[in-house]
């Protein structure tokens, strides 16, 4: 198994670690679920820059690559809707739900279209809008994550709370909007 394998394989077996201490509920414990987020997104830029500028692209890397995205990402949007993210401010929590369920039905919707693909011999190369709402996705989750330990950050203080809230909600937002795009990209 080659360095882009092991890197996806890894981004995979770090999920439940990040759930896990997570949904510990503790500052500590979140942050640490946050840092695992974090890494875990860092191995999904680094699996690729590798496998293409090596030429180690595999059919393995292929498969694994994608049900780690998804992976992380679902698990990520689950736990913050579950926390309930946006309870105690200005945004309704049903905007979470509803851009989370966004996110979650165009990840199996593509799913679907390129293993529709595969069988009849097309392969659907991910595209511009899909790679930018990775990244907005990959900072607006952990984001949204630290509203988890609201007191810790009232604790520091209200501004940097509302900034986290709010900078949490714009990231999202523009997450949900590249997800829809890309999903109108890909089918057309």
């Not at 840092?35 to 500028?53: E, N, V």
């Not at 292929?62 to 990402?73: F, G, R, S």
């Not at 993210?85 to 593509?110: C, H, K, Q, Y």
């Not at 900034?163 to 057309?188: D, E, G, N």
């Amino acid at each position: 198994m080659n360095v882009p394998n092991r890197l996806s394989l890894l981004r995979i077996i770090l999920v439940p670690f990040f759930a896990v201490f997570f949904l510990i509920g503790q500052n500590w414990s979140i942050i640490t679920a946050i840092a695992i987020f974090i890494a875990a997104t860092i191995t999904d830029f680094l699996d690729g820059q590798i496998a293409r500028s090596t030429n180690q692209v595999t059919e393995l890397g292929k498969l694994l690559d994608p049900i780690a995205d998804k992976l992380l990402v679902c698990f990520g949007l689950f736990l913050v809707v579950g926390a309930r993210a946006f309870e105690s401010g200005i945004i309704p929590t049903w905007v979470l739900s509803i851009g989370a369920a966004l996110i979650i039905g165009r990840e199996l919707l593509i799913s679907i279209i390129r293993q529709i693909g595969a069988y009849k011999g097309v392969i659907i190369h991910a595209n511009i809008f899909g790679k930018i709402k990775a990244v907005f996705q990959y900072v607006a989750i952990p984001l949204l994550m630290l509203l988890s330990i609201k007191d810790a950050l009232f604790y520091i203080s209200n501004e940097f709370y509302q900034i986290v809230y709010w900078t949490s909600f714009v990231m999202f937002i523009i997450a949900v909007f590249l997800t829809v795009l890309s999903a109108i990209v890909y089918i057309v």
